[in-house]
């Protein structure tokens, strides 16, 4: 019974619920990055490996709007627009062509992107990482812990964001035009739905959530040109444990992987609290293949 | 429609097309054309081409020689979205029902498009409601969950709210309920009440000749044989030569 | 081959073997190092043509078995004494193969995409643990070590020249590449290609699919780890930075490069690579990967024929 008592205080409640909040908050950041990596997957076949590149292009156009203009706000609108431009662009000069090739031709296609984007962010702001101010610095008393709203505030961001997202597919006629293209490309062909800008202007939203997540996140860390890496790659750790092409799923566990590193960096450093994500990761590949979350068929 | 003999173009004209998928030539010179309102059946064997007919002309594959026009203009090259705008309504022979998407939402892939009002994307769903009241009831259910003969009725449906001036109606029957077959047949027949012309391809040769007005028969990629749809019986010799077991 | 042209080809073998053994001899301290390491980077090409070019299988992950091979080699060279060149290539072998094998299991019951994506995210686990467990691995400087002597036990032990590391490393390579295109011949080999080509009918006649996977996983991950050691050999240190995805990345590069699935493409295409780099990095400086991505996607929309041995199924239909 004592032992019993010794093991119960002997959990770190305080710590526990400060990285719930961590947790959730990395985890919407995570969850508006990963949703439109598969979004783009399941729409076209294409595994985005600029996705990392499109996040921290975003947070780059938050410090430059940022510097100009004063306003985070601003920025955090004109990142996700240019970016989401340029995402476009993207879509038609290099992916276009590849529409139909094996999927195996846009990882290479977008892994040439990624090198051309991270060194061309390298060249035009050199290595030193930048700034993005937080827009407000007020801060809540949790136990022992100054918290600060802005980070309450991303997770709320975060969630508004994807939530108008969902309602934008659900609803929308544009929404249906990327749902009805995401299950039979030839046959939304046929009822007259241009196929080919639907998957232009999915690539776009998708760079555009990804430059928000930058632009929100940018205050948190630096913003250097390899601030994209760590991202794409847990967002693709996401995308397969939730199913590829399956945003529910994504959604779902890029909270649940993001609390079980917060809940592991308690312990271990944070760095090594990664490896929690890859172990998710082998057990999904091992038992659910499909995905963890992703519904049977 | 009129009666006076004056030559009137085609509303859809194949001209010599030949298609290949990938190596295999499938099509080797096909000629067929469809008048405004006319329903015209395409009979033939499994394999010799009548669905890559219907995906030629619907811009699905595209020939690598031969021609395809659409009330006189030219639209081989043009991509299907295109030529679902101009008109043309595709119902496969799968069905390829949006399966996810609602019933209402699998007709508003069809609806939502430039130059509609509400009122007149009102009428259409009535109209196809008034068809198919089976749809009506199923309105919020996701396309895959309906049966096979109701997910014919919704292929055809989402047909129709392109406002099409013709439909290629690939095996509508297949695999249905004799009572589901008779439906089909009588919307064929209110569709050429209303001006829609039909290229249909059918494994049932009673229900073609009955609903078309003009047949042809295909054999290896090719038409064999063209006369009205009154001219041929089933047990014609005809019929036995390039559609018998 | 016919014997035409296998008379060919190895005339073609030994004219390029005598320039390249003769080459240090007339080459400046620079080249000489820049030409050993192209032979380095050449084996990594190779060893990853076994799977994308011959299996169908694109790795990202295979600075996994490069890394381990380095930090094997590192492991043998700083505990042993006296440092022992063998024991540096076997310890680097043994490390890139347990590698390879966790790598073979997880990875090979994916196909296409999936197989890319599990082996880079497996080469970012093995990234993120040698960058952290700083005790063992150095952690982010790496490992430093002294090279050891070149030796024959019994026979003879001299220090390392860059003439004799040369020739060795030309020595190792050379032999690699023999073996890879006996086994790429060989019935083994043509399994492979079958799988390339049509994995369900493969499987269909009754080739144990999986089984043949692992192997050429295995095979590729030990190959890849030997350019790792002669890597470690060459610099004298370990880096994580060579066990994180880029050099993945690159190798994936020199192969579509090169004509994927001809083992020869890939290492002149790695020289052809560096070069480019080296010219790049003369006129952009550390930017050089700018033009050699807008290069590299050029090469996947314009030039398909060099990837996936697509070219070869055209030929061959």
New interface residues.
């Given amino acids: 019974m004592s032992t019993m008592l010794g093991l119960l205080q002997a959990i770190p409640y305080e710590a526990l619920l400060i990285q719930t909040l961590n947790g959730i908050v990395t985890g919407m950041i995570l969850a508006l990055i990963a949703s439109g990596l598969t979004l783009i997957f399941g729409i076209m076949d294409v595994?985005n490996f600029a996705h990392g590149e499109l996040f921290m292009f975003g947070a780059y156009m938050g410090v430059v709007v940022i510097s100009a203009t004063g306003s985070f706000w601003l920025a955090l609108v004109l990142a996700t627009l240019i970016v989401a431009l340029i995402g476009a662009a993207l879509q038609i000069t290099?992916l276009r062509?590849?529409l139909g090739?094996?999927?195996?031709?846009t990882?290479?296609?977008t892994?040439?992107?990624?090198?051309?984007m991270?060194?061309?962010a390298?060249?035009q702001f050199g290595p030193v990482a930048r700034k993005i101010p937080e827009p407000f610095s007020g801060q809540f008393t949790l136990f022992y812990l100054e918290y600060p709203w802005y980070r309450v505030l991303i997770a709320v961001l975060s969630a508004a964001i994807i939530g108008g997202f969902y309602l934008f597919l659900k609803y929308g006629?544009y929404g249906?035009?990327i749902?009805?293209t995401t299950?039979?490309r030839?046959?939304?062909?046929?009822?007259?739905?241009?196929?080919?800008w639907v998957h232009t202007a999915v690539f776009g939203i998708g760079a555009g959530m990804a430059a928000a997540s930058g632009v929100l996140f940018g205050p948190l860390v630096g913003v250097n040109h390899a601030m994209g890496l760590d991202w794409v790659?847990k967002a693709?750790?996401v995308v397969?444990v939730g199913g590829?092409g399956n945003l529910g799923g994504s959604i779902v566990a890029s909270i649940f992987i993001s609390l079980l590193e917060a809940y592991a960096s308690i312990w271990v450093?944070p760095?090594?609290a990664?490896?929690v994500s890859?172990v998710v990761?082998?057990l999904t590949?091992?038992f659910r293949?499909t995905g963890l979350f992703a519904t049977p068929k | 429609m009129t009666p006076d003999a004056t030559p009137i173009e085609p509303l859809v004209a194949v001209e010599d097309v030949h298609t290949y998928y990938g190596k295999s030539h499938i099509l080797h010179g096909v000629s067929l054309h469809v008048d405004s309102g006319e329903v015209v059946g395409l009979l033939g064997r499994n394999g010799v081409g009548k669905s890559t007919t219907l995906k030629t002309i619907m811009g699905l594959v595209h020939p690598h020689r031969g021609k395809v026009l659409f009330a006189g203009k030219p639209i081989t090259s043009l991509p299907a979205h295109k030529l679902a705008r101009l008109g043309i309504g595709y119902v496969p022979e799968d069905r390829r029902i949006f399966r996810l998407l609602t019933v209402m939402e699998n007709l508003r892939t069809g609806l939502d498009r430039h130059g509609m009002t509400e009122a007149r994307k009102q009428e259409l769903l009535e109209k196809a409601f008034s068809y198919f009241p089976v749809l009506a009831e199923r309105r919020n259910q996701a396309g895959g969950t309906l049966s096979g003969g109701e997910q014919q009725m919704l292929a055809i449906a989402r047909a129709m709210m392109l406002e099409p001036k013709i439909i290629l109606l690939d095996e509508p029957t297949e695999g249905l309920m004799p009572r589901m077959v008779s439906q089909i047949r009588q919307i064929i027949d209110v569709l050429h009440r209303e001006g829609v012309a039909i290229l249909l391809v059918e494994q049932n040769v009673p229900l073609t000749l009955e609903a078309s007005q003009r047949v042809y028969i295909m054999e290896k990629g090719a038409v064999r044989h063209h006369c009205p749809a009154s001219a041929l019986k089933i047990g014609d010799p005809l019929i036995q030569q390039y559609l018998g077991v | 081959m016919s014997k035409r042209s296998a008379t060919v080809y190895w005339i073609g073998f030994s004219i390029i073997l005598a320039l390249l053994i003769v080459a240090p001899l007339v080459l400046t301290e620079f080249w000489r190092r820049f030409l050993t390491e192209i032979l380095v980077w050449g084996l990594l090409a190779m060893s990853s043509d076994i799977l994308i070019g011959y299996t169908g299988m694109v790795s990202f992950g295979h600075s996994a078995f490069f890394g381990l091979g380095m930090y094997g080699a590192a492991a043998a060279l700083l505990m042993v004494r006296p440092p022992n060149l063998w024991l540096a290539i076997l310890y680097g072998l043994v490390g890139s193969a347990g590698i390879a094998l966790f790598v073979a299991y997880f990875s090979t019951r994916l196909r296409d995409i999936y197989f890319a994506i599990t082996t880079l995210i497996f080469s970012q686990i093995f990234y993120v643990i040698i960058f952290t467990w700083t005790e063992v691995t150095g952690g982010e400087n790496g490992l430093t070590f002294r090279r050891p002597a070149l030796e024959i036990p019994g026979l003879f032990s001299v220090p390392f020249s860059s003439e004799t590391l040369h020739w060795f490393v030309l020595a190792v390579v050379t032999a690699s590449y023999l073996i890879l295109r006996r086994i790429t011949q060989s019935p083994f080999g043509m399994v492979l290609q079958s799988i390339r080509e049509n994995e369900a009918r493969t499987r269909a006649i009754g080739y144990a699919v999986e089984r043949y996977k692992m192997t050429a996983v295995m095979l590729s991950g030990l190959f890849a780890g030997l350019a790792g050691v002669l890597y470690a050999l060459q610099n004298r240190f370990a880096a994580p930075d060579f066990v994180y995805f880029l050099v993945s990345g690159e190798t994936v590069i020199f192969n579509v490069m090169g004509g994927i699935g001809t083992l020869v493409g890939p290492i002149v295409r790695a020289g052809f690579f560096l070069l480019l780099r080296e010219a790049f990095s003369r006129f952009f400086t550390e930017y050089y990967l700018i033009p050699v991505g807008v290069i590299f996607i050029a090469m996947v929309i314009f030039m398909p024929q060099g990837l996936l041995g697509f070219m070869r199924r055209w030929l061959n239909q």
Avoid: C
Avoid at chain 1, 101 to 105: I, Q
Avoid at chain 1, 111 to 116: A, D, K, R, Y
Avoid at chain 1, 186 to 196: D, K
């Fill in positions: 595994v290099t062509p590849l090739r094996d999927p195996l031709t990882i290479l296609a892994f040439g992107i990624s090198l051309v991270q060194n061309y390298l060249w006629t249906i035009w749902r009805a299950q039979d030839v046959m939304a062909e046929a009822m007259g739905i241009p196929v080919s790659l693709f750790i397969v590829m450093s760095a090594q990664v490896i890859f990761l082998i590949l091992l293949p």
